[in-house]
């Protein structure tokens, strides 16, 4: 297939592979609605607002490409958020989140939308935020004008998770050398190579695995710093600030996920697993206590941005 060439071809790409991607994606990405996922989404968001915006928290908030519910649902039950509405391009990923918030006990809204188009009304919102989702967007521009225009006065815009430019560039150093060590990996952990065993309608093709395979074609922006800052500063947006986290655990979590993609799933030992995942907030804490803060934002793979709306 050919990349999407024009902006609703690259809605309908990200709408057709987050739908058939939701049933797995949490378990893809480790996603986690207990202590350590609220442990994480609170650090994220302590780094580019500061402590007291968490403790003062807000009344209402909309999450914008909301996934399977790893913010939101995370910052309701952390009591930092008291109401909820969650957005996402993917029907299939609000079912999935919708099925997590009842597990949770968890009272959520939904909404099927694009970005740059919203159907709130002005001043709707304490919060607008999103996680990984920025670089999913065809129309930056038009976007941060509609969370400018649904904020209200005084109100927050933040994302976090969003890939730099050159950061993404560094970690395919470790992209390219765990590619090429894989089968000895697989060899070592006596694990079967993914796409060795037969699909489960028999012959690993049609329609649901075609759109499995358009993951390559969902990300279709990588941001400088400034980038960032100029999008929300053109929006209208003040004390506009960019974060940037992960260099040394980036390198350590895509050599392992990498190695892992190349793997059956259920091959890879639990064994292996906890100290892919101990090692990897390990190595986050280094970043977070002796880089981040003192290395350009830059270099590091994730981007987090935060702005105001004035009063």
């Known amino acids: ?77 952390a009591g930092v958020i008291r109401a909820a509405t969650c957005t996402d391009i993917s029907p299939g990923m609000l079912e999935t989140l919708r099925g997590n918030a009842e ?106 695995d075609a759109d499995h395979a358009l993951e390559r074609f969902v990300d279709i922006h990588a941001f400088a710093p400034g980038d960032l800052v100029a999008a929300a500063r053109a929006a209208g947006f003040a004390d506009v600030t960019v974060r940037g986290e992960e260099l040394v655990a980036n390198w350590f979590g895509w050599t392992n996920r990498v190695l892992e993609a190349t793997a059956v799933p259920e091959d890879v030992p639990w064994g292996w697993r906890q100290y892919a995942y101990r090692g990897y907030l390990t190595l986050q804490r280094l970043d977070q206590r002796l880089l981040e803060g003192r290395l350009p934002a830059a270099i590091f793979y994730n981007l987090l941005v935060a702005g105001r709306k004035a009063a």
């Open 103 to 208: 597990r949770l006990g968890l009272s959520v809204e939904t909404v099927a939308t694009g970005a740059e188009q919203l159907p709130f009304a002005d001043a709707s919102f304490d919060l607008v935020l999103g996680h990984a989702i920025l670089h999913h967007i065809p129309d930056l521009s038009k976007a941060f004008g509609e969370f400018h225009r649904v904020l209200k006065p005084g109100g927050t815009v933040v994302f976090a998770g969003e890939p730099s430019r050159y950061g993404d560039r560094l970690a395919q150093v470790p992209k390219r050398a765990a590619g090429a060590v894989a089968p000895l990996w697989r060899r070592a952990i006596r694990a079967r190579a993914a796409g060795s065993v037969p699909h489960a309608n028999g012959n690993g093709a049609g329609g649901h």
């Open 1 to 77: 297939m050919e990349a999407p060439r024009t902006d609703e071809d690259i809605r309908d790409v990200n709408t057709r592979y987050h739908d058939v991607a939701a049933d797995s994606y949490d378990a893809k990405w480790g996603i986690d609605f207990g202590e350590p996922g609220q442990a994480q989404v609170l650090m994220k968001l302590r780094k580019v607002l500061g402590p007291a915006a968490l403790e003062r928290g807000w009344e209402r908030s909309l999450e914008i490409g909301a996934g399977t519910g790893y913010f939101s649902l995370n910052l309701l039950q």
